[in-house]
């Protein structure tokens, strides 16, 4: 008996390790397309990628599109990212898109990501909340404005129950339409813009418990 309910708790831990998150499926319109239709697919299962690493563009695995259609979306559209189970560590998620010099597909991801979305941490009753907590879905807007062209569109979770931080990282392949004339805004390059050191990577959660967070990657561009 002791046997077997030890090998029943270790399964159950395996159950969880293996169990993490994907962000699979791109979102447009509403429309949840076939998992990794339009975003690359990584070859790291569903383990994290940690800083620094060029890893943190597109995940282990998603330097190239070759295999990954593009995903056609008017400027101004809603688009977003469904995951293949809800997150279930805590920490922030934000979402960044990035020119691609010619076709999305080709592109490894090494130019300037602008931030175009971002879920915050929650300070309320001397606590800190993590509102993508259970989520297994995240929409957000396109800028009007933003000039047509084939983008990368990346999103991440970024797991702060332990150090290092964990990064759970999908980058789709769009191509914007419409007449909008404005490029991305300011933004940063990675991995040289998370930094380890960064408030907002390396930091205690737990104790004391923060009065405020510094969210990576700048503010937010809203075309
Ligand atoms: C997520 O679900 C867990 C388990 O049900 C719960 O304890 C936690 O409060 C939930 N988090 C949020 C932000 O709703
Ligand atoms: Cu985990």
Not at 59 to 70: I, K, L, P
Not at 86 to 91: E, L, S, V
Not at 157 to 178: D, E, N, R, W
Request: charged share 5%.
């Amino acid at each position: 008996m002791k046997l077997l309910s030890l090998s029943v708790a270790s399964a159950a831990l395996l159950q969880v390790a293996s169990a993490h998150y994907r962000f699979t499926s791109l979102i447009v319109n509403g429309q949840v397309t076939s998992p990794y239709q339009y975003v690359r697919q990584n070859t790291n299962m569903n383990s994290p990628v940690y800083p620094p690493s060029n890893d943190l563009r597109c995940n282990t695995g998603g330097a190239s599109g070759s295999n990954t259609q593009t995903a056609t979306v008017a400027a101004g559209s809603t688009v977003g990212f469904a995951l293949d189970q809800a997150i279930f560590h805590i920490g922030p998620t934000i979402a960044y898109i990035s020119k691609a010099p010619s076709l999305a597909a080709n592109y490894d991801g090494s130019g300037t990501w602008t931030k175009i979305y971002q879920v915050p941490p929650v300070f309320s009753g001397g606590q800190m909340t993590w509102p993508s907590d259970n989520k297994s879905q995240f929409t957000f807007k396109l800028p009007q404005s933003l000039a047509p062209g084939e983008y990368l569109l990346r999103i991440e979770h970024i797991a702060l129950h332990g150090m290092p931080a964990q990064f759970y990282i999908s980058c789709a392949q769009i191509k914007v339409t419409g007449s909008g004339s404005s490029l991305p805004g300011a933004g940063i390059s990675l991995p040289s813009g998370y930094p380890v050191s960064h408030p907002g990577i390396t930091i205690n959660v737990y104790y004391p418990i923060p009065t405020s967070y510094t969210m990576p990657g700048g503010p937010v561009w809203s075309g």
